[in-house]
């Protein structure tokens, strides 16, 4: 398990204080962190303790009560209708695919690659077979998500959130819903993705990938980041002890 | 046997020219109707409060009021405040707002089965909430409430014969004018229905052909 250096790349992606709040309940209480450009982090804490919550405040799809947002330098949170540009620089993958269901494999990764960007039909569709290849899809080019395994379809959503050429991807437990075959398939596009340098947000419970993969390992719990920490400092060092407590795998010397 | 009183040479021409007014009075108004439906249905699921609730009434309304009524209203009673309209277009404007009333329960029934998550995965990609109702969620919604629109659009071909009722000499109109003259209802009238069975028939194998065009594998039952 090599860790990559990530000190020297700049960050693209500043979290500050964010708070959210449903009724009574305090989802995301005071959560900060930055995120270097080509990082991978992953998420990992308890059910309900708001990680999910984290990701859609990112792209605004959760508006949160307080704390920003920054991407390159620029708010993210108010932007106001200049959201729309944002989202284009910040995909997603959901834990249920949320593939556009009417629309062929090819044409969930270019409508909107037509609608947003405005690239002319010939070029999209260029672009979106590229893409399909590139997740291995390129078979599976006409046919409807009804008609696709569980690990193609997040498979195509991948495809689908890379064909905006985003800046940072958010995946919010890409695997949650597929068993453990699907699994390795989609995790195994991701560990490409970010082999390749794209800058990753997970949010997961597959923790050989969190251990592999990661660049840093942030443990959430009641809407908090509690500890946070390369892999091999999570293994091995005693600051992280609720960490390993919680996965259970791993023993105090 | 009936004794036929009358020479179909001198009816059917009659009809026939019923017959055109009828098929524009349908052809004029369904396209109007199917419109006005997703404009309603837009308003009452994405519109504030103000919007959504205008919407509502507009449908309790539409829906509560007889269409008998609402015709007579359009060409009888609103000249009376000074806005004059023919007797075709009255039948054509009632029947937008009546059809457009029923279409958009269908519509907006649509619209809500389609689940969140694809407005959610419109908006991530970035699309304006108008981007994702248009490219993914109308698409989606028009055809789970297809069937529904394909019944109102049956009973807008058998309620335009309400518009003889404000004037217009559609085929029912021009049936019963020429049935009273030479005493014969019951063959002008059956030579009608057969008219509306085949229209109905007709409507029924393009809907049917519709659905089957625009049917995607694994998606809404089809």
């Not at chain 1, 946070?228 to 791993?250: K, N, Y």
Request: aromatic share 10%.
């Amino acid at each position: 398990m090599v860790m990559h250096e990530m000190t020297d790349s700049e960050i693209i992606l500043r979290v500050e204080d964010i708070h959210k709040c449903y009724g009574e309940t305090e989802v995301l209480n005071g959560v900060s962190f930055n995120v270097r450009c080509g990082e991978t982090k992953v998420f990992i804490g308890p059910s309900g303790t708001g990680k999910s919550t984290l990701l859609r405040c990112i792209n605004q799809l959760t508006v949160p009560d307080s704390g920003s947002i920054w991407l390159n330098d620029e708010e993210v949170t108010h932007s106001g209708p200049l959201i729309n540009q944002f989202r284009q620089k910040i995909g997603m993958v959901f834990q249920n695919f949320n593939l556009f269901d009417h629309l062929t494999a090819v044409g969930n990764v270019e409508i909107a690659l037509i609608r947003v960007k405005g690239m002319n039909k010939a070029d999209a569709r260029k672009k979106a077979l590229l893409e399909l290849s590139q997740v291995g899809l390129l078979d599976k080019a006409n046919a409807y998500p009804a008609e696709l395994s569980g690990g193609q379809a997040q498979r195509l959503s991948i495809a689908r959130a890379l064909a905006m050429d985003p800046e940072v991807i958010l995946f919010d437990e890409p695997t949650s819903s597929l068993d453990p075959e699907l699994t390795r398939e989609v995790l195994e596009v991701m560990r490409r993705l970010a082999r390749a340098g794209m800058t990753m947000l997970v949010v997961t419970h597959e923790m050989g990938f969190a251990l592999s993969v990661a660049n840093e390992i942030l443990f959430m719990e009641h809407g908090k980041i509690v500890e946070q920490g390369s892999p091999s400092d999570i293994q091995t060092s005693p600051a992280f002890a609720r960490t390993r407590q919680f996965l259970g795998t791993f023993h105090d010397d | 046997m009936i004794q036929l009183q009358f020479d179909f040479d001198l009816l059917l021409p009659v009809l026939y020219q019923g017959a055109l007014v009828t098929l524009a009075l349908i052809l004029v108004s369904a396209p109007f109707g199917f419109l006005n439906g997703i404009a309603i249905a837009l308003g009452r699921v994405y519109g504030n409060r103000f919007v959504s609730k205008l919407c509502h009434g507009y449908v309790l309304f539409f829906k509560g009021c007889p269409l008998l009524l609402l015709l007579f209203i359009i060409y009888f009673g609103l000249p009376s405040v000074g806005i004059t309209f023919t007797a075709f277009t009255s039948a054509v404007i009632g029947f937008i707002l009546c059809n457009g009333a029923y279409n958009s329960e269908y519509i907006r029934g649509g619209i809500q089965s389609v689940s969140r998550g694809q407005m959610t995965a419109a908006l991530s990609l970035g699309m304006s909430g108008m981007q994702a109702i248009r490219s993914i969620i109308l698409p989606q919604a028009l055809r789970k409430s297809l069937p529904g629109l394909a019944n109102e659009f049956i009973y807008l071909i058998k309620y335009s014969s309400l518009a003889y009722m404000i004037t217009v000499i559609e085929i029912t109109g021009a049936g019963k004018i020429f049935a009273a003259k030479y005493f014969a209802f019951f063959e002008v009238f059956i030579i009608i229905g057969i008219f509306y069975l085949a229209l109905v028939t007709i409507a029924g194998q393009v809907i049917a052909r519709i659905e089957k065009k625009i049917a995607i594998p694994g998606f809404g039952g089809v």
